[in-house]
Nanobody
C-alpha cells in the first residue's frame, strides 16, 4: 500500500511563508502526478497545485504568483512553497498522487492521499 507522508505546515503571519513537503513510501511506483489539495470545515477539498512527470502544472487561481510547486517526481517527492500567505490560505493541506493519468487540470485528483497537515495564517 502506497503511503504519502507530509511534513511542514504550521502557523505563519499574513505575508509570511511556509513550505510543505511530501514523499511516497519506499517501493512505490513512479507517480504520474503529485499535488496538494486543501480543505476548510464545511467545504470540499480543492486542488491547490499539481505537477505531472512531464512537467505540466496546475495552480488554483488564488495562489498563482504566491505558491510554487516543485518535484523530484522520479523520486516521488513534491513540495509546495507558499509565500505571501493570507488568512484565507488557512486550511488542512493534503498531499495527493497517482501513478496513472492523462490530463492535468482543475478536475484532477489522484488515488493516494496523505494524512493532512494544518496550515494556519494569523496575526
Amino acid at each position: 500500500q502506497v503511503r504519502l507522508v507530509e511534513s511542514g505546515g504550521g502557523t505563519a503571519q499574513p505575508g509570511g511563508s511556509l513550505r510543505l513537503s511530501c514523499a511516497a513510501s519506499a517501493g512505490a511506483f513512479s507517480m504520474w502526478a503529485m499535488g496538494w489539495f486543501r480543505q476548510t470545515p464545511g467545504k470540499e477539498r480543492e486542488l491547490v497545485a499539481a505537477v505531472t512527470s512531464g512537467g505540466s502544472t496546475y495552480y488554483e487561481e488564488s495562489v498563482k504568483g504566491r505558491f510554487t510547486i516543485s518535484t523530484h517526481i522520479s523520486e516521488n517527492t513534491v513540495a509546495l512553497q507558499m509565500n505571501s500567505l493570507k488568512p484565507e490560505d488557512t486550511a488542512v493541506y493534503y498531499c495527493n498522487g497517482d501513478i496513472t493519468g492523462t490530463t492535468m487540470n482543475r478536475d484532477w485528483s489522484g488515488y493516494y492521499w496523505g494524512q493532512g497537515t494544518q496550515v494556519t495564517v494569523s496575526s
